[in-house]
């Protein structure tokens, strides 16, 4: 009896369940390595994986409404390389300046992609895979050919990535007011509901006197600022902006949401889902290279097969929460 | 009437064919070059290029600069496939796999063309001769020296490297690890883990930490890859670290993390001369069309300002032109060279 409730509650909140498994990694890789879980290990871990977890808030609105969007990443590099190249030019200096352009541009960007998807019916998986070659182009062409914006040539911005606030790096900072804000707008704004109700049922939605358009288009614009945020932070943390950065990275924002427990079909997931699903990602990437007995190469394969399980435990573990709600229907 | 006109005309032809060599003064007179990348936007490769073009036009020559779509192999075939059906006398290429190109190649050698590479090279069969930036051993062993240099002399050490099937990477570690084991003095440096940071930022500062964690006594890490050396340099230089940086890099990227003292994580590091790759290429292709070489062992030809060059036989059974020793860049020189590149 004590235990069958444990596996419901389990069973019930797949949050719980990520939790556990966020858990038991710290376990595991601490008495393998201790030196995983200090808190300077920790706080590199966060700072390193910042862009793939704020982006993954804008993943998981636009996979609320049953979209995806794959280019994020190069609206990322074209949102980091042009305010790279402005530093590097001396055109502006201001690094608050720098983070408004760039989350400019991606707020630019994320409307071009939500107007072809909302207005034109594009599939998302279509629309941004074109939007994935203009964006990384456009990123190559600001570049002047390839050319990389160094350290140096970077100034005052770089030093956001490597500045304190009450003792926790700005970078960090930005992650958890994010974070913040979205755990409030999803869950007790009436735009934050809508956009689960669009996912769940885009007619009852459409009925009920949601305007389905614009709430699709509205969450390629939050992607796309996110994105452009993203681009930013990426400059800042590694002091350096590449035409190529960030290359096949929208595959690991997409895997943190899937792991968090976000559906690909829309109107499931949520911001601490999200947070869980990155935060193991993170753990994964921060851990594998500590442990001493894996060669090298067998990195990616770990990385797979353990997005792999988890998955699948997410997706058994649904259905048998959907077999439970269900039964309890029964008459 | 008609023949007539023809034949005035082949006459008028053949003289002037006759007569542009011994007008021609350029070493690459009337000549057509397609250099073929790997793939666009990658600034290090454009000024090999540039500096290519400018050699050939100098010489009197026309450049084509083609780069595929992709950084692949397929994608350098179709564009091979477009250049053998136009009249090009040479091509030059930085293959972008080993063995896939070869069929292509040979098609183009056996039409005439003339085949050289730099760069990164196709193997022995598509080519005629290589450029090679820097002999593999001596990249491996300026960078050992360095190694032994900065740990001064003993200590533990450990290698950044790109990603584990990267053929040049995996090049110069196994000349570096041949070179350890052949002399005595570097008995004492001890090489704990070749690390693989997938010329990822994010990936190689995530094992740059790693080494620092399991390897506390870790005096030196040698990047022999621009963007893990970068990335390598920042964790190193933000966190303060006792560990010591060299390898690889390109000066702009490295500007800020090299100096001399403790502030810095860098004291110095390497790359070749891609201007000199550049003009080397150019005047190696321009004296296998000339057929001055063939791209045999021991032939020698003379590379304008460069001076004198001798054919030699490559690690892979080829043939190749080696352009010299790495270039080192220093708290002095790098102001300069980061201007460049």
Same mark, same amino acid.
């Given at each position: 009896m004590e235990k069958k409730s444990l596996i419901k509650r389990l069973t019930g909140s797949r949050e719980a369940l990520l939790a556990v498994v966020l858990l038991v990694l710290f376990v595991l890789v601490t008495i393998v390595n201790p030196a995983f879980l200090t808190p300077k290990s920790l706080m590199d871990m966060l700072k390193n994986n910042a862009v793939t977890m704020v982006m993954a808030l804008g993943m998981l609105c636009v996979m609320l409404v049953g979209g995806i969007d794959i280019s994020i990443m190069s609206t990322l590099a074209l949102s980091g390389m042009s305010i790279g190249m402005l530093l590097k030019n001396d055109v502006i200096a201001s690094t608050p300046l720098a983070f408004l352009i760039a989350v400019a541009i991606g707020i630019v960007c994320g409307l071009a992609v939500g107007l072809v998807i909302s207005r034109a019916d594009v599939p998302p998986i279509i629309a941004t895979m074109g939007f994935m070659y203009v964006f990384r182009a456009m990123g190559y062409l600001v570049s002047n050919g390839g050319q990389w914006a160094g350290a140096a040539a970077l100034g005052n911005f770089k030093n956001f990535a490597t500045t304190k606030f009450l003792g926790i790096n700005c970078v960090i900072w930005v992650v958890i007011l994010c974070y913040a804000f979205f755990f409030w707008f999803m869950k007790w704004t009436r735009t934050g509901r809508m956009i689960y109700a669009v996912g769940s049922n885009p007619s009852a939605a459409q009925v009920s006197g949601i305007n389905v358009k614009n709430i699709k288009l509205l969450v390629y614009v939050i992607m796309g600022l996110l994105s452009g945020l993203g681009g930013a932070l990426q400059v800042s943390v590694y002091a350096s902006a590449m035409p190529d950065m960030q290359y096949g990275g929208e595959m690991d924002v997409i895997a943190a949401c899937v792991i968090g427990g976000v559906s690909m079909s829309g109107g499931r997931g949520s911001v601490l889902g999200a947070l869980l699903g990155s935060l193991i990602l993170a753990t994964i990437a921060k851990a594998l290279p500590l442990i001493p007995f894996f060669d090298q190469l067998w990195l990616n394969t770990i990385k797979g097969v353990i997005i792999l399980v988890v998955v699948v435990m997410n997706v058994v573990l649904q259905r048998v929460a959907d077999k439970n709600a269900l039964r309890g229907r029964e008459m | 009437m008609n023949k007539k006109v023809i034949s005035a005309l082949l006459c008028g032809a053949m003289v002037l064919g006759a007569a542009t060599p011994v007008l +021609?003064? =350029? +070493? !690459?007179?009337g000549q057509k070059i397609a250099l073929v990348g790997k793939? +666009? !936007?990658n600034a290090f490769f454009e000024i090999a290029a540039a500096s290519f073009k400018e050699t050939v036009e100098a010489e009197g020559g026309k450049v084509e600069v083609v780069y595929p779509e992709t950084a692949t192999a397929d994608a350098q075939i179709k564009v091979l496939d477009n250049l053998i059906s136009q009249d090009f006398d040479a091509i030059c290429i930085a293959a972008n796999d080993v063995n896939a190109l070869q069929a292509k190649l040979t098609e183009a050698m056996d039409e005439g063309i003339k085949v050289s590479s730099f760069d990164s090279a196709p193997n022995k069969d598509s080519r005629q001769v290589f450029v090679n930036q820097a002999g593999t051993v001596a990249v491996g062993q300026a960078l050992m020296d360095a190694v032994l240099d900065i740990a001064g002399g003993e200590g533990q050490f450990a290698i950044l490297s790109a990603t584990s099937q990267a053929a040049n990477q995996n090049a110069w570690i196994d000349a570096m690890k041949k070179i350890m084991e052949e002399d $005595?003095? *570097?008995?004492?440096?001890?090489?704990v883990e070749v690390a *693989? =940071? $997938? $010329?990822e930022p994010q990936k190689s500062t995530d094992q740059t930490a790693a080494l620092l964690q399991n390897y506390p006594d870790l005096k030196v890490i040698c990047a022999p890859t621009t963007v893990g050396i970068a990335a390598a340099a920042k964790y190193l230089q933000d966190n303060e670290s006792a560990c010591k940086l060299t390898g690889l890099g390109l000066p702009s990227e490295m500007l800020e993390y090299t100096g001399a003292d403790d502030a810095h994580s860098c004291p110095y590091f390497y790359l070749w001369d891609m201007q000199g790759l550049g003009k080397l290429s150019a005047y190696t292709t321009m004296s296998l069309v000339k057929e001055e070489?063939? =791209? +045999?062992?021991d032939e020698s030809f003379t590379a304008g300002d460069l001076g004198d060059f001798t054919i030699t036989e490559a690690d892979d059974g080829g043939t190749e032109i080696v352009l010299g020793e790495p270039l080192q860049f220093t708290p002095e020189n790098i102001e300069e060279y980061a201007e460049l590149y």
């Open positions: - | +021609a003064e =350029g +070493a !690459g007179e793939s +666009a !936007g $005595d003095k *570097y008995s004492k440096l001890e090489l *693989y =940071g $997938d $010329d070489i063939t =791209g +045999a062992l």
